[in-house]
């Protein structure tokens, strides 16, 4: 058993899976649910995703090795207020927050010195929300990203690395700036655009939404799916990771005023030579593991 | 059979898939290829995928029943010219470009007014081209949209959509500036929008390409398989759709200012109830039965 108590505050999609994932590896011997929602308490203790399931966030941090926050980015710095003074000597309080920098601005002062914060984030997900849509694999296969502070003991690092590669992960340890810099790329900028096509279309007129719709496997699927995220979880992410987007949204705008230029001009060149670079990119995804060269022929066969 | 002799010119990712699905589905004696390239012809053969590779595409021509030109966008005007002296009388001539408006100003006042033009587009693709990667199934369960004009006889109308349901595909018939703007919004958008994400990081300094590389399984992944897309036929499609293009780009850049301008000002309820309102788009794409709900489930226990 690498943990006796392990306390999971927000049994959303990633909390329940966690929960799941303890489970099925054996990773503590109790599991407890904190949420301050009933109805999410009833649907797991209904479900048996943890031994007790309870809404006062203090008592359920009672008695726990590890306490692992799953709640939307803005919500850290309130919860970790409600427990502070409950926490167990040397327990270890970690986080799957999307944002890493201002989590860590929320959790550092409020925490008492008596305890380890180890932030993280398993980078795995789905487009839907809840308890009852998790599951104990999510994380098999992904990253996991933890981000310790300079002064952070390093047996409570190796602990939360211990922890996730038990649940499938990958471990990988960065800087927390750093981190949101890299998220900011490769999450946080994609979903903004999501957001931003579908709901471009979602402005329509009716009857051309129907044929967006109807026709929506032309490309503008793939951004649904994204766009369908957990909205609170993803309004926290902007406006706690603000600089880093902005900073990566700017870089966008100005490509994108690029090729808009190019279309208006009708330089070929311009437009075969940005879409022959971008090639390589998917070639190294696919290189690294992370990509699945077959991945749409296979979609498309079923579908 | 439904055609004595099929001439297929162009024998990339498009036009071998159809020549597969033709000789799976039994709908043509004898199957042509037209293709410039030589090396092209000889893949073909050695695939034998057709009865004749030819380069000299007046010559492939000669004697087909249906004629259908899966050439980039920018190239059917040309390929026109070549063959227009030796089309059999009452052949119909097809394509399968993204791009219809200006198809038919291309192809129109080039073919004899002996053959029928009925202009297509099968809403199919994967992210690889070449003879090589197509297979007969590509079109089932697809849609494919074929824009006639007003003087098309009803009867070559009927024969390609026969043609096509035969395929596996289901038929649409639109008007061919609507049909640019429906994919405008579709299709070219998430393209153009996919190519400049992948090359906004593509910029990048290498050390952090590499990460973004590492982590693209958070959203980015999603961008690179769009935009590994063929860039011929991509460039193309924006030079010849520039107005529908252009119009939507203008959209989709004041909603992405929209919530730019959010995330500056950190006003939390306008980014919360444009991320709730995209969800119901996916939910309509989803119901329509154009999207598996558990696709990224799947994918996400697969890698």
């Known amino acids: 058993m690498m943990f006796k108590q392990i306390t999971i505050i927000g049994f959303g999609l990633i909390g329940s899976s966690i929960a799941r994932a303890v489970k099925k590896n ?12 009933q109805e999410v308490c009833n649907t797991v203790s209904s479900l048996g995703l943890a031994d007790v399931a309870i809404t006062d966030l203090a008592v359920s941090v009672k008695g726990s090795d590890l306490v692992i926050l799953c709640v939307p980015v803005g919500k850290m710095g309130g919860v970790a207020e409600k427990i502070a003074n409950d926490l167990k000597e040397n327990a270890i309080v970690s986080d799957v ?6 989590v860590i601005a929320q959790l550092q002062p409020v925490l008492p010195n008596t305890v380890h914060l180890v932030p993280g984030h398993p980078i795995a997900g789905t487009e839907f929300s809840g308890p009852e849509h998790g599951f104990a694999e999510l994380f098999e296969g992904r990253w996991c990203i933890l981000t310790p502070q300079e002064h952070t003991e390093l047996k409570a690092v190796e602990k939360m690395t211990l922890f996730w590669e038990a649940c499938g992960s990958n471990i990988e340890i960065m800087e927390s700036g750093h981190h949101d810099l890299v998220l900011g790329i490769t999450s946080h900028l994609p979903h903004l655009i999501a957001y931003t096509i579908v709901g471009t279309a979602n402005d329509l007129e009716d009857d051309i939404k129907s044929e967006v719709i109807k026709f929506s496997a032309s490309g503008f699927r793939d951004f649904t799916r994204i766009a369908a995220s957990n909205p609170t979880m993803w309004r926290d992410v902007f406006l706690n990771n603000k600089e880093a987007v902005l900073e990566v949204l700017q870089r ?9 230029k190019a279309i208006r001009k009708g330089d070929g060149d311009y437009l075969y030579q940005h879409f022959s670079d971008t090639r390589a990119i998917r070639r190294a995804i696919v290189d690294a593991g ?14």
């Open 252 to 260: 966008f705008s100005e490509d994108l005023s690029g090729l808009q």
């Open 97 to 102: 927050g999307s944002v890493k920098k201002e």
């Open 290 to 303: 992370q990509a699945e060269p077959e991945e749409i022929k296979v979609l498309n066969k079923k579908s």
């Open 26 to 37: 054996d990773l503590a011997k109790k599991i407890i649910c904190g949420d301050v929602s």
